[in-house]
Each structure stands twice: as C-alpha cells, then as structure tokens.
Antibody
C-alpha cells in the first residue's frame, strides 16, 4: 500500500520561498507521475504541477513562473518549491500519485499540510 | 486555463439519485476521455471515485457512475446514503498537458 506524507514548515513569511517534501513509502517513485495540489481554506482544489520519474515536469500556467517540482536523490521523495509567496498562497498542500500514464487521475494522496503565509 | 464549472451545491434524500455536472471546453473535458471525480469529506484528503470518465477504482461502490456528453461530464450517485454527504470535484487533462479542476460541489443528503 503506497503512503504519501508531506513535510515542511507550516509558516512562511511573505516574499520568501515555500518548500515542501513528499515522502513516498510502500512503493517506488519509478514509472509514475507525481503531483502537487493545493486547497486554500474553505475553497476548491488547485493543481500546481507534476513530475514524471524521468524528471519531466509541467506546471499550472498561473504558477509556472514561481514553481519548481523536483525528484529527491533517494528516489523515495519529491519536492515543491514556490517562490515569492503571498497570503494568497496560504493553503493545504497535498502531494499525490498519478494512476497510469495520463496525469489527471490521482489515486494516492497525502494527508495534506497547512502552510500559512504571514509575517 | 479556466476552472471547470460545477454547481455549487446539490441535495437529495436517502435512496434517491443525484447528478453533478462538470462543464469545460473542447480543450479539456470535450477533447479527452480523461475526466476524474473526487470525494472529499471535511478535513480529509480527496478520494478518487471515477477516472477516465466512467471507470471505478477498486473498492469504490458501484452506486457511483460517470458519463460524458460533449464538453460536459457528469457524476451520478444512486441510492444516496448519509455517508455520501461531502464535496465532489471533477478534473480533466487539457490540450496543454496540464490538469484543471472544477470549483467543487457540496452534496447535502437531506
């Protein structure tokens, strides 16, 4: 059973960079797409971007200039970096695995981690 | 990319059937059979209920079904139960190789 766990600071200052890691257990990073999704408090889901196990990425056009998703060296985690954050980036951030090879089916999710942007 | 359009809320009584729509464009919903649906209970992570328009992951009740016509996909829940009360989100693959979500629909079981 694949399990995902997000980790990182729960509080980030405005204009700084948000950094989160998704730790994968019970499965391999190989042969899958992996994705980040966020949900502002009381609002809907927003797709941030995905990374394939070979390192190929694609991002939400509205966030593309500020987002980097990368693979971990241990092949058991992947990471999200979001630069120049503002209060609008306050959200629960989820990592998820993509089912199959079309990156619009998210079958395993982390529990989510709340990141608050505030000084 | 614009969010897919879902009704803000739907409701139904136990035992009834409800349908939630998800409207996009020919660049997303209408162009690909890659629409998924997720159920989210308060404080929990979303759960995949339907993928590829009408396929159910293992373990998901057959009371949940999906379909698509043109640029609009639909999720139908039959034999409504109290535990179905939740938020539901659709998403779709797009022509830019990105993913777009719907705004979400709150289902109330009366």
């Amino acid at each position: 059973q694949v399990q995902l766990q997000e980790s990182g600071p729960g509080l980030v200052k405005p204009s700084e960079t948000l950094s989160l890691t998704c730790i994968i257990s019970g499965g391999s990073i190989s042969n899958y797409y992996w994705t980040w999704i966020r949900q502002p408090p009381g609002k809907g889901l927003e797709w941030i971007g995905y990374i394939y196990y070979n390192g190929n990425t694609n991002y939400n056009p509205s966030l593309k200039s500020r987002v980097t998703i990368s693979l971990g060296t241990s092949k058991s985690h992947f990471s999200l970096r979001l630069s120049s954050v503002t209060a609008a980036d306050t959200a629960v951030y989820y990592c998820a695995r993509v089912l199959g090879t079309t990156p619009a089916r998210f079958d395993y999710w982390g529990q989510g981690t709340l990141v608050t942007v505030s000084s | 990319q614009s969010a897919l359009t879902q009704p803000a809320s739907v409701s139904g009584s136990p035992g009834q059937s409800i349908t939630i729509s998800c409207t996009g464009t020919s660049s997303d919903v209408g162009g690909y059979n890659y629409v998924s649906w997720y159920q989210q209970h308060p404080g929990k992570a979303p759960k995949l209920m339907i993928y590829d328009v009408s396929s159910r992951p293992s373990g998901v009740s057959n009371r949940f079904s999906g379909s698509k016509s043109g640029n609009t996909a639909s999720l139908t829940i039959s034999g409504l139960q109290a535990e179905d009360e939740a938020d539901y989100y659709c998403n779709s693959y797009t022509s830019s190789s990105t993913v777009v979500f719907g705004g979400g629909t709150r289902l109330t079981v009366l």
